[in-house]
């Protein structure tokens, strides 16, 4: 099975900072997706921002951008001006076309923004 | 916007109950899915359904089953409850090539 492997337990930023979250994954398949899930202390899990290993632009979702480093097999998200409500649980997961329905997901990353 | 529901927030039961959690999606999704959080463990996969009435073991599935009878509606059932299944538990739905969905989450504790 893939493995995916979030290194930093906790984080924390100041407000208005740049904070980036690490990511690596194990695989030998040339084709999958890439995901970041927020889940802030309310619970609901849900999609910060997605990426398709055949593409090479990083993909961005306002002041989400990832770096997505295929050979390096690393997928790091990063936080442009963090704001309190980015506070949260960050995980991130791969998904694999041949086994198709499953996701394997990372321990999680802890985010604290400092005001 | 997908929306996946999960039958109960907050739910107490007591040790050899027979327990079920329903979970129910809105997006005609094929793929559902049951997971299990603990703190530093991240998300553990116990099963999921790619089809109405299949299912495939993950990677706790001891001490839990499911059913799909329809496409919209995935319930994990613990068959004879124990405190070590004291957890939060989240349903997920998915397409066969988009993101995952989640619910809000059911926090179960077994007494």
């Known amino acids: 099975a893939q493995t995916v492997t979030q290194s930093q337990p906790e984080m924390s930023v100041q407000e208005a900072e740049t904070v980036t979250l690490s990511c690596t994954y194990d695989t030998s398949e040339s084709d999958y997706y890439l995901f970041w899930y927020k889940q802030p202390p309310s619970r609901q899990m849900i999609l910060v921002i997605r990426q398709e290993a055949y593409k090479q632009q990083n993909a961005t979702e306002n002041r989400f951008s990832v770096n997505f480093q295929k050979a390096a097999k690393s997928f790091s998200l990063k936080i442009s001006d963090s704001q309190l409500g980015d506070a949260a649980m960050y995980f991130c997961a791969y998904r694999s076309p041949l086994t198709g329905n499953q996701f394997y997901f990372g321990t999680g990353t802890s985010l604290t923004v400092i005001p | 916007d997908v929306k996946v529901t999960q039958s109960s927030r907050y739910l107490v039961k007591r040790t050899g109950e027979k327990v079920f959690l329903e979970c129910v999606q809105d997006m005609d999704h094929e793929n559902m899915f049951w997971y299990r959080q603990d703190p530093g463990l991240g998300l553990r996969l116990i099963y999921f359904?790619?089809?109405?009435?299949?299912?495939e073991k993950g990677d706790i599935p001891e001490g839990y089953s499911v059913s799909r009878e329809k496409k919209e509606r995935f319930s994990l059932i613990l068959e004879s409850a124990s405190t070590n299944q004291t957890s939060m538990y989240l349903c997920a739905s998915s397409s066969q090539r988009g993101p995952q969905h989640f619910g809000d989450g059911t926090r179960l504790s077994i007494l």
């Open positions: 359904s790619y089809d109405v009435k299949m299912k």
